[in-house]
């Protein structure tokens, strides 16, 4: 599956849905829309991984990336990941300890 | 032995199609379930790797993929790049070496390039039963 891309508003934050695969091929898309939300001028950008099969460290880069973007811009930003494999290749490049991440839309929009 | 062998331009595109392929050979190897992320996410990175080493320097030859199913599932991938850049610092590289416990990187013996070769277990219980 390929990426598929939505937005909506929850509780001021604008929560970009992520769906499919996350790679070096799709990544690039994902942080265009990221570039598109922040320089729109939402102060909130929330990513949420949940339909997420598959991300590579293309991916994990655009997410660091979007991070610095985002503070840069002024806006807060959050990653939803709650799937172990996911979250496993944040453990093991550490990027858990850089990456504010939430297990649920509802605990990053609360935050 | 069997092998099966891909070739492909180095463009991301292909990348998924080499992951996909990769994943069908390493479950029909006798890989475990438990395991097979961790092959894809692999198989993935190395691609992805060749794929950005050809690009760096403009090179259009195909990057070599070849998943061999014997006592173990092993992966080779080769590209063919004149890049000075090595596996050591990016975000890629620690993934490699954090998920495949027999990962060996080394220049090619013919010319420039290197080869990437990754290996996993197989269960032999699983090898019988094809």
Same mark, same amino acid.
């Given at each position: 599956m390929e990426l598929s891309l939505a937005t909506r508003v929850v509780a001021a934050h604008t929560v970009l849905e992520v769906g499919g695969e996350v790679d070096v091929y799709t990544a690039p898309k994902l942080r265009e829309r990221i570039g598109e939300l922040l320089e729109s001028g939402v102060t909130a950008v929330v990513v949420d991984l949940a339909r997420v099969d598959f991300m590579d460290s293309t991916g994990l880069g655009v997410l660091v990336g979007a991070q610095r973007r985002a503070r840069t811009a002024g806006a807060t930003f959050g990653v939803v990941c709650s799937r172990e494999s996911l979250l496993k290749i944040f453990r093991i490049t550490a990027l858990d300890q850089v990456l504010p991440l939430y297990p649920s839309v509802d605990a990053a929009t609360a935050s | 032995m069997a092998t099966v062998r891909l070739e492909f331009t &180095? !463009? &991301?595109?292909h990348v998924r199609t080499a992951r996909l392929v990769g994943v069908a050979v390493a479950r029909r190897a006798g890989v475990p379930d438990d395991q097979l992320d961790e092959v894809r996410l692999a198989i993935g990175e190395a691609c992805a790797r060749a794929v950005a080493r050809h690009q760096r320097v403009g090179l259009r030859d195909v990057v070599s993929v070849a998943f061999s199913d014997g006592d173990r599932y092993v992966v080779q991938v080769w590209d063919h790049a004149d890049? !000075? !850049?090595?596996?050591?610092?990016d975000v890629s590289a620690s993934l490699l070496q954090a998920i495949v416990k027999d990962l060996q990187v080394r220049p090619l013996e013919g010319g420039p390039g290197t080869e990437v070769q990754m290996a996993w277990p197989v269960r032999r219980a699983s090898r019988l039963g094809r």
């Open positions: - | &180095p !463009e &991301p595109a890049d !000075e !850049e090595q596996i050591t610092v």
